[in-house]
C-alpha cells in the first residue's frame, strides 16, 4: 500500500505530465517549462513530508493543469485575438496573468525543494528578496523554449513583444504581492523555512 | 587576504587608472584618423567617438574605487567587467554589430555573465553574512537559485526596455519579439556558464572565502 508521501508525488507526476502534454499540444514554452519545474521540484518537495509541503504541491500541480488547459482553449491566441478580434495587449495581459498564477504556489514549492534536499534555511527577508527573482527566473526558459519551438514550425504569429512584456510584468506584481504576504506572516511568527517545514526560529 | 597580494592588487589597479583610459583613447585614435572598419559598417564617427571617450571614464571607475578604498571586489568579477567593456568597444570599432548578424547575440552571452556575476557574488555575500541559521544550502541548492535569479534579469531588462518605450510613447521594442526571444536565449547561455562556473567554485571554496576579498566602505579596509 503506498504512504502518503508516495501518493501526493505520484498526483503531482501524473497532473505535471498531463499539463506536460497539454502544453506540447500548443506550443506553450511557458506551460512547458513550468510543468517541468512543478514536477521535479514537487517531486523533490514531498521529501519533507508535512502536510503543509503536501498540500502546496497538490495545489501546484491542480493549478499547473488548469491555467496550461485555459492558456491553448479559452484564453488562447486563436480564440481570443483571431476569433474574438480581442487587442494583442489585452491578450497579453490575460494570458501573462494565466501564467502568473501558478508561479505563487511553485515558487513556494522550489523553497520547500531546497530546503528539504540541498539543506537551505530561508528566513522571512530571503523569501520577500528571493520570490520575484526566482518566478521570473522559471519564466526565462519558458520564452526560449517557446521561441525555439514556434520557430521550429514557422509559426511565430502570437509571438510579439506584449505578449513576453505583459508575461513578466504580471509575474512581477503577482510574486511582489504573495511573497510581501508570506514573508510578513513569517517575519511576525519569526519563522524560518527548513528542512522539517516552517518552524519557529529558536 | 595576505598583505603582498593586496599590495599587489592596490598597484594593478594604479596602473589600470592610466592603462585602461590611455588604451580607449588609442581606439579613438583610430577613428578620428578614419581607420576604424566601423566607420565603413554604417557607425557615425561621432557615436565612435562618443563611445570611446565614456568607456575610457566608465573604465577608471573600478580601479578608482579601489585606489580610494571604496571598492574592493574578486579579481574574477573585475577581470569580467573590463573583458566586457573592450568586447563592446572593440567590436563596435571593428563594426562587428552591424556586420555580423549573430555578434549582437553573442554581446548578450558575454553581458549575461557580468549579471550572472554579480548575482553569484550578491549570493554568496546573503548566505556568508546573513544570520548563522539561514543558508541557501548545499553547492547545487546554491546554484539552482543562482541560475533562476540571475536568469529573471534578462527577464526585467526586457520589461525596462518595453516600459521605457511605453512611457516615451514609442512603439515598444522595435526589433520585434523574435530579437527579444533571441536576446533571451543568448541570456540563458552566459548564465549557464557563470552557473557551471560557480558549481566548480563552490566545490573548492566556501562562500565566506568568495566573498572574503569583497571590501565595501573605508571601514572594510581598516
Known sequence: MMNQNNCVMVFN??????GLCVA??????????????????????????????????????????????????????????????????????????????????????????????????????????????????????????????????????NLNNGYIIYGFMTTLLFLILSSYLLSGSMRKKHLVLNANGLEVRA | MTAWSEEHELLLAKAFLVVGPMSMMVICLFVVLGMAPGL?????????????VLWAILIMILPLLRVLKLLALPMWMVAIITANMYFYVISL??????????????????SSTIVAGIVFLALALMDSRSPEYVTLGNRAGFCIMLFLVALSFGGIWEVLEGST????????????????????????????????????????KSTDEITSSVKLGRKAFA
Not at chain 1, 64 to 82: A, F, G, K, P, Q
Not at chain 2, 40 to 52: D, I, K, N, Q, W
Open chain 2, 40 to 52: 565603413e559598417s554604417g557607425h557615425p564617427r561621432e557615436y565612435l567617438v562618443a563611445t570611446c
Open chain 2, 93 to 110: 570599432n571593428l563594426g562587428l554589430y552591424l556586420d555580423v548578424s549573430w555578434w549582437g547575440d553573442m554581446g548578450h552571452v558575454v
Open chain 2, 165 to 204: 518605450d511605453a512611457i516615451a510613447g514609442n512603439p515598444y521594442m522595435v526589433y520585434g519579439a523574435s530579437d527579444t526571444m533571441g536576446d533571451l536565449t543568448a541570456d540563458t547561455v552566459g548564465v549557464l556558464a557563470i552557473t557551471v562556473y560557480a558549481y566548480l567554485v563552490l566545490g573548492k
Open chain 1, 24 to 157: 506540447i499540444s500548443d506550443n506553450d514554452g511557458i506551460g512547458l517549462v513550468t510543468a517541468l519545474f512543478a514536477l521535479v521540484f514537487g517531486s523533490i518537495a514531498c521529501g519533507m513530508g508535512t502536510i503543509r509541503a503536501y498540500v502546496l504541491v497538490c495545489l501546484t500541480a491542480l493549478l499547473l493543469l488548469i491555467t496550461n488547459s485555459l492558456s491553448i482553449t479559452v484564453v488562447s491566441y486563436d480564440t481570443m485575438v483571431m476569433r474574438k478580434g480581442i487587442d494583442n495587449d489585452i491578450w497579453g495581459l490575460l494570458i501573462g496573468t494565466v501564467h502568473a498564477v501558478v508561479m505563487v504556489p511553485l515558487v513556494m514549492v522550489i523553497y520547500i525543494a531546497l530546503s528539504s534536499r540541498f539543506g537551505a534555511v530561508f528566513n522571512w527577508a530571503m523569501v520577500r528578496g528571493l520570490s520575484v527573482f526566482i518566478a521570473m527566473g522559471v519564466q526565462v526558459p519558458g520564452f526560449v523554449l517557446e521561441y525555439i519551438m514556434h520557430n521550429v514550425e514557422y509559426d511565430t504569429s
Open chain 1, 13 to 18: 507526476i501524473v497532473l505535471c505530465l498531463i
